[in-house]
T-cell receptor, first 111, second 116 residues
């Protein structure tokens, strides 16, 4: 059974600092990996999708890396802003198309 | 991008009543829709997979008679929580895919269910 772990559970940083969010998974047989953002009481916004054959994906200030062999992905957010405050979820997409989610990292960026 | 609408966003009901939650794909035909449940500070847990015109596939431990799923068209899936109890209070989120179920899932905004 695929287990997805996100560390730390919560993170508070001053504005301008770079953010590093970690995600680990137990079974490297994944189809894709996806990072989401969730604001309090809201649904999910997809940030980045990394295919299993890729090592990283970039979008603006966001960069996500994937190391399938070690079962790890890292989301980097450069020059954090207060608007980046949210919970960030990592999900691995299995070959039966189901998503297995981590519990998330709640980020607070202090102005 | 693809938009998934979920309604209602919040519902409060009395214990013993049934509640229906709708999930619509607004600008694409969703062959597959998924229903998730999220408890506070926990990850999303897949409840069931819904394919248009066929019976939903439920995950282990999810009561199919408790959580009725109907996917009557390519743009609409409904989740009905029957005879709701306070322990059913949770955040329910749907998602939809276009074509191959392994394609990217687009998520609704979620429904907060509170059972009194």
């Amino acid at each position: 059974k695929q287990e997805v772990t996100q560390i730390p559970a919560a993170l508070s940083v001053p504005e301008g600092e770079n953010l590093v969010l970690n995600c680990s998974f137990t079974d490297s047989a994944i189809y894709n990996l996806q990072w989401f953002r969730q604001d309090p009481g809201k649904g999910l916004t997809s940030l980045l999708l990394i295919q299993s054959s890729q090592r990283e994906q970039t979008s603006g200030r966001l960069n996500a890396s994937l190391d399938k062999s070690s079962g790890r992905s890292t989301l980097y957010i450069a020059a954090s802003q207060p608007g980046d405050s949210a919970t960030y979820l990592c999900a691995v997409i299995l070959f039966d198309y189901k998503l297995s989610f981590g519990a998330g990292t709640t980020v607070t960026v202090r102005a | 991008g693809a938009v998934v609408s979920q309604h209602p966003s919040r519902v409060i009901c009395k214990s013993g009543t049934s509640v229906k939650i709708e999930c619509r794909s607004l600008d694409f035909q969703a062959t597959t829709m998924f229903w998730y449940r999220q408890f506070p500070k926990q990850s999303l847990m897949l409840m069931a997979t819904s394919n248009e015109g066929s019976k939903a596939t439920y995950e282990q431990g999810v009561e199919k008679d408790k959580f009725l799923i109907n996917h009557a068209s390519l743009t609409l899936s409904t989740l009905t929580v029957t005879s709701a109890h306070p322990e059913d209070s949770s955040f329910y989120i749907c998602s939809a895919t276009l074509g191959d179920p392994k394609n990217i899932q687009y998520f609704g905004a979620g429904t907060r269910l509170s059972v009194l």
